[in-house]
């Protein structure tokens, strides 16, 4: 980005006293409910408040291996899926992670100042390892760091995310402090901004798991695409347990994961759901579930498409975010490296 522009929007910056919002989605597939409800949802209500940059976590996808092309169409999907969701480039600066390379430098300065430890502790980690048990590498260990990176390279107040997310948005905030302990105040100290509903959407096949876009069971995950009778076919055979009567309760987490569905949709508390559906039985609560979900995600899915019959608009977005991000990153490394004593050569 050109001197002018970044001192203008320093300036504007300083006028408005606006916070800096950051947050990223993995395209490891193709985006589902989980995804929207617990972040893209959130940065769509964010984006008139606040500064806000958001980022398709290319590098962080690699840590489960990928087919390229498919790796490559999920990037554009995903940022299509950001915009058809209600993300506007104008207000909001939208890139691909892997655009910006200082991600990846600041990611090795940061893993220098994370503990082996620490990161032993992550819960993502130990999960993912379980489940790709012949392809447990190293960016699966040190992907904290990664995501610390991208976050504190912003310099971000908030970081919006699901509930899942919460001990990698703890370990940023100890990097953070340990770095500015030893060298001076030089990251801002970001808070996870979890949404109260919507936190965790479970699978709908396994409802003790959370719903992954990568999960080899279809219909475990409601994809963001899906067309309405893929969404009631996925519904109707949501796994739930031997009662009838639509009650939140113990051990029934696929009942409780449907209610927190509708309620998102709706807006109606427990209580109301309990009585809009009280003697009516699990089938047409389920059909419910399925057609507030299926109406909200159609005009998404027409955008959507609009959008990916226009890769050029699209690549068009990638660039001009690159830029502006790599700008405002290009400052906190430059920052970073002289205060951890590396040479700089002026241009
Ligand atoms: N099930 C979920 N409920 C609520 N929020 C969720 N998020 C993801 N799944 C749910 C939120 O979406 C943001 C980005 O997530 P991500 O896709 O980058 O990584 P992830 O959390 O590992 O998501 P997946 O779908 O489980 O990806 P795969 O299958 O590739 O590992 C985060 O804010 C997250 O909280």
Same mark, same amino acid.
């Given at each position: 980005?050109?001197?002018?522009?970044?001192?203008?929007?320093?300036?504007?910056?300083?006028?408005?006293?606006?916070?800096?919002?950051?947050?990223?989605?993995?395209?490891?597939?193709?985006?589902?409910?989980?995804?929207?409800?617990?972040?893209?949802?959130?940065?769509?209500?964010?984006?008139?408040?606040?500064?806000?940059?958001?980022?398709?976590?290319?590098?962080?996808?690699?840590?489960?291996?990928?087919?390229?092309?498919?790796?490559?169409?999920?990037?554009?999907?995903?940022?299509?899926?950001?915009?058809?969701?209600?993300?506007?480039?104008?207000?909001?600066?939208?890139?691909?992670?892997?655009?910006?390379?200082?991600?990846?430098?600041?990611?090795?300065?940061?893993?220098?100042?994370?503990?082996?430890?620490?990161?032993?502790?992550?819960?993502?980690?130990?999960?993912?390892?379980?489940?790709?048990?012949?392809?447990?590498?190293?960016?699966?260990?040190?992907?904290?760091?990664?995501?610390?990176?991208?976050?504190?390279?912003?310099?971000?107040?908030?970081?919006?995310?699901?509930?899942?997310?919460?001990?990698?948005?703890?370990?940023?905030?100890?990097?953070?402090?340990?770095?500015?302990?030893?060298?001076?105040?030089?990251?801002?100290?970001?808070?996870?901004?979890?949404?109260?509903?919507?936190?965790?959407?479970?699978?709908?096949?396994?409802?003790?798991?959370?719903?992954?876009?990568?999960?080899?069971?279809?219909?475990?995950?409601?994809?963001?695409?899906?067309?309405?009778?893929?969404?009631?076919? *996925?519904? /109707?055979?949501?796994?739930?347990? $031997?009662?009838? +009567?639509?009650?939140? =309760?113990?051990? %029934?987490? !696929?009942?409780?994961?449907?209610?927190?569905?509708?309620?998102?949709?709706?807006?109606?508390?427990?209580?109301?759901?309990?009585?809009?559906?009280?003697?009516?039985?699990?089938?047409?609560?389920?059909?419910?579930?399925?057609?507030?979900?299926?109406?909200?995600?159609?005009?998404? *899915?027409? /955008?959507?498409?609009?959008?990916? $019959?226009?890769? +050029?608009?699209?690549? =068009?977005?990638? %660039?001009? !975010?690159?830029?502006?991000?790599?700008?405002?990153?290009?400052?906190?490394?430059?920052?970073?490296?002289?205060?951890?004593?590396?040479?700089?050569?002026?241009?």
């Amino acid at each position: 980005m050109k001197d002018q522009e970044q001192k203008e929007q320093k300036e504007q910056k300083e006028q408005t006293g606006r916070q800096t919002i950051f947050s990223g989605i993995q395209p490891s597939g193709i985006l589902t409910l989980g995804n929207y409800l617990g972040a893209l949802k959130n940065w769509v209500m964010l984006q008139d408040s606040y500064d806000c940059i958001y980022c398709v976590v290319d590098m962080h996808a690699l840590t489960v291996r990928q087919v390229p092309a498919e790796l490559r169409r999920h990037a554009y999907e995903a940022l299509a899926v950001y915009i058809a969701c209600g993300i506007d480039p104008d207000k909001c600066i939208l890139f691909v992670q892997s655009h910006v390379p200082a991600h990846a430098e600041l990611s090795w300065i940061l893993s220098c100042y994370t503990m082996f430890g620490e990161l032993s502790r992550m819960t993502q980690f130990k999960d993912k390892s379980a489940k790709n048990t012949d392809n447990i590498n190293a960016g699966l260990f040190t992907y904290p760091v990664l995501m610390a990176a991208d976050i504190l390279l912003y310099q971000a107040n908030l970081v919006p995310v699901g509930d899942d997310q919460r001990q990698h948005i703890e370990i940023t905030r100890d990097i953070a402090e340990r770095f500015n302990g030893i060298y001076g105040p030089t990251f801002t100290v970001p808070e996870g901004y979890i949404p109260t509903t919507g936190m965790r959407i479970m699978s709908l096949t396994e409802p003790e798991k959370k719903m992954s876009k990568s999960d080899d069971n279809i219909n475990a995950y409601i994809s963001i695409l899906d067309s309405r009778d893929a969404i009631m076919r *996925k519904f /109707r055979r949501a796994v739930t347990d $031997s009662e009838s +009567s639509v009650r939140r =309760g113990e051990g %029934k987490d !696929g009942i409780n994961n449907l209610m927190k569905i509708y309620s998102c949709f709706t807006g109606k508390d427990d209580s109301e759901i309990e009585a809009l559906f009280e003697g009516r039985g699990y089938g047409e609560f389920k059909t419910a579930v399925g057609e507030v979900v299926a109406d909200a995600l159609a005009p998404v *899915k027409t /955008r959507y498409d609009e959008l990916m $019959s226009d890769k +050029s608009y699209l690549e =068009g977005i990638m %660039k001009r !975010g690159a830029e502006s991000a790599a700008g405002i990153a290009a400052r906190t490394l430059s920052r970073v490296y002289r205060k951890i004593g590396f040479t700089q050569i002026k241009n």
